[in-house]
């Protein structure tokens, strides 16, 4: 059996996990960044990125085995004494996600997971189609069409919604600081391995 630092990372990454990536991220940042919170757009996004995020899930149990959660499971101590080779120019190579990487990962998801379930409770449920629908009512003047608390701010609609609103909205701007700390060791590490780890994220080639 292998040693973990005698194997690489798959390059490239498999199609799920190149395509679940990229699509959750855009839709991370088109959210928590450009689209109105709770508007027809910002509803569609996120439950797209549900869907993928679902798919990617479930490619962590039964997919390509660099791509299971078995390859990189959550090992605290693991990561912090990876950072510290790391930050000391000492770096070892792991099949799958490396252990300051792995944790990461699974923050992001459990933060993920947080956002659209309060994301969820916000429009009660309703699908993309639904507040889309009751949107072009409200915008007609019907607010009896209006079911979710995520109505339209500034058009005069009631602003959400107590501690489900604000988990939401703070999950939203973490997940964005998260994504900079990500991209910082992501940065980091292919600086010290001396090889770009996006590539394998984005290209379906071998380097
Ligand atoms: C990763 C995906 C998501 C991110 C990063 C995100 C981020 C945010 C942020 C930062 C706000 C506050 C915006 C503001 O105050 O102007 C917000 C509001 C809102 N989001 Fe999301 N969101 C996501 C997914 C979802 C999903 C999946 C739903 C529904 C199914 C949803 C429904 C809402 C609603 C109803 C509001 C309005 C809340 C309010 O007015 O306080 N979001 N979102
Ligand atoms: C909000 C934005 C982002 C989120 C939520 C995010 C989330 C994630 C997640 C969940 C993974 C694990 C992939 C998997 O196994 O399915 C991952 C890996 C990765 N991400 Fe991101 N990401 C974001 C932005 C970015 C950006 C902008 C880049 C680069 C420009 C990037 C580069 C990578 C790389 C290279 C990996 C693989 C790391 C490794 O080699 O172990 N990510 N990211």
Redesign the pocket.
């Given at each position: 059996m292998n040693r973990p630092h005698d194997v690489t990372?798959p390059n490239p990454?498999d199609i799920i996990?190149r395509v679940?990536?990229w699509v959750?991220?855009g839709v991370?940042?088109a959210n928590a960044l450009f689209t109105k919170g709770g508007g027809t757009l910002h509803v569609w996004l996120g439950w797209i990125g549900m869907a993928f995020l679902a798919v990617?899930l479930v490619?962590?149990i039964v997919g390509s085995p660099e791509?299971r959660f078995a390859a990189?499971p959550p090992r605290p101590i693991a990561a912090l004494s990876h950072v510290n080779r790391v930050l000391r120019g000492r770096v070892r190579e792991y099949p799958?996600?490396?252990p300051a990487?792995a944790m990461m990962?699974y923050v992001?998801?459990l933060s993920?997971a947080t956002v659209m379930g309060t994301g969820l409770v916000l429009t009660k449920g309703a699908t993309p189609w639904e507040i889309g629908r009751q949107q072009a009512a409200v915008a007609a003047g019907d607010w009896s069409a209006l079911a979710t608390d995520g109505g339209e701010e500034g058009s005069g609609g009631e602003k959400a919604s107590g501690i489900v609103g604000e988990i939401h909205q703070i999950g939203g701007n973490l997940?964005?600081v998260?994504?900079v700390i990500?991209?910082a060791g992501?940065a980091l590490?292919s600086v010290r391995l001396q090889r770009n780890?996006?590539r394998?994220?984005i290209r379906a080639t071998r380097d």
């Open positions: 990372p990454w996990v679940t990536h959750v991220a991370v940042v990617r490619w962590g791509a990189f799958s996600h490396n990487g990962i992001l998801w993920l997940l964005i998260l994504a990500h991209l992501v590490e780890l996006v394998p994220m």
